[in-house]
């Protein structure tokens, strides 16, 4: 037997550790994973000395192509994939629009599969609610199942833009989902509060954004949103959490709440705070959740360190300096969002020391389980799907904006960072190396998810 590829001598991490090993692959899977002295033939090889292997990465919050009023995210699917590529992503998921009625779904399926269809590497959607919908919790939540799409976003807050669910109907939700196997994710923030700050404000900048939409709001969210969850068994995702505020505040509650709610964080909640916003360049640093405060940003960092986090998202969805700088002085014009697809990695095995059996459970196999797609992805094993991040885990790297964005800044340039991803196989194929892309763009296909039951997979 001759094996199409062959990565030899590197260290391969799963979830029993990290050991060194050869990876064979023939066709779109892996077949053998062998001690470093069996050698088998192959095609193609490739010499992995001193590097690490870990199961492709899944970023589960992106918006790539994301129309928001006049403007529309600067990343497209072929655009934000490369940059997913180069930072060891190799499956997206991103988000249907918003919709109030079963009408609407088929539609909101078709748009986001002709904007996806330039992706270079595979992906799915999460369905999305819009406030007041037409349909019952029950038959949204049969709808996505059937769509293979178990996973449905809410909004608790944009009451203004007509976004906002129902708390019964988020209620009603979480009660299905784990009878039923979906997941039901939600931008945690408590409208009440932020309404009640925005009458302070005639004209808010985005000097006031701390002050307009502040922690408590995501805490209280949260907090209540965790204990349905925990009371209704069910199985909620929470993401971008911004502050560890809210994390501590949902450990000191001494609950098992972690059996069914997972936190997501993003990479700038870890890297950045809100002193930027005090500056006259802080309408860039425009996103929601807010940047917080650095004493925030490094209990999130602990939180992370100690095992409350589940999953890292990016929330990528990068609009250019031209069209928030024209809105500076007007906040709720500013299109909000920030970049950060590519940095996950380096970002996550700097705060937990080159841990790479953490770094692989939170930013591979931890969202495979959450979003169904575990085993085929999310680990390295013989009859999983071969995509596989290279990576060096000791080089010291600093961030600058990537070739292959097509925004035209990062918050992130100049920040030091240990670890980068120096190969990239998908499905099979050599997607990235030596910082060059070689999978072209239409490469990606629709992953089909079925019903998900957390109870079948533990992760935390
Ligand atoms: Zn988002």
Known sequence: MTYDLALENGTVCTENGLFPANVYVEGEEIRVISSIKEKLPAKESIDCSGLFLLPGFIDPHVHLGLALGRYTSADNFESGSALALSGGVTTLIDFLDPISDLAQFETAIKDRMTAAKDSRVDYSFHVTLAGNPSFSAEEIARSSIAAKMPSIKVFTTYSSSGR????????????????????????????????????????????????????????????????????????????????????????????????????????????????????????????????????????????????????????????????????????????????????????????????????????????ARIFGLFPKRGVLAPGSIANIAIVDRDVQSTVSRSRYTRSDHSLFEGIKLRGSVETVIHRGKLAFKNGDILLPKASGRFIERENIYWEKGACR
């Open 164 to 367: 906002r669910s129902s708390d019964g109907m988020i209620y009603s939700l979480l009660s299905l989902s784990r009878k039923l196997g979906f997941v039901l994710m939600a931008h945690s923030e408590n409208d009440e509060i932020i309404r009640e700050r925005e009458k302070e404000f005639s004209r808010p900048t985005y000097r006031d954004i701390s002050s307009l939409r502040p922690t408590i709001s995501e805490l209280s969210e949260v907090a209540m949103l965790s204990l349905i969850s925990l009371e209704e068994e069910g199985q909620l995702y929470i993401v971008h959490v911004s502050s560890g505020k809210t994390v501590e505040a949902l450990s000191s509650l001494g609950l098992d709440w972690r059996r069914f709610t997972k936190l997501e964080t993003c990479p700038q909640y870890l890297l950045l705070n809100n002193d930027p916003l005090k500056t006259d360049q802080g309408y860039l640093n425009t996103y929601c959740p807010p940047p917080r405060t650095d004493q925030e940003r490094t209990l999130l960092q602990s939180a992370l360190r100690k095992g409350e986090i589940s999953s890292i998202g990016t929330d990528h969805c990068p609009f250019l300096n031209r069209e928030k700088w024209e809105n500076r002085d007007d906040y709720p014009k500013i299109p909000n969002g920030t970049g950060s697809l590519g940095i996950s990695f380096a970002t996550i095995n700097t705060i937990l020391d080159g841990d790479l059996k953490r770094v692989s459970s939170l930013l591979s196999t931890n969202p």
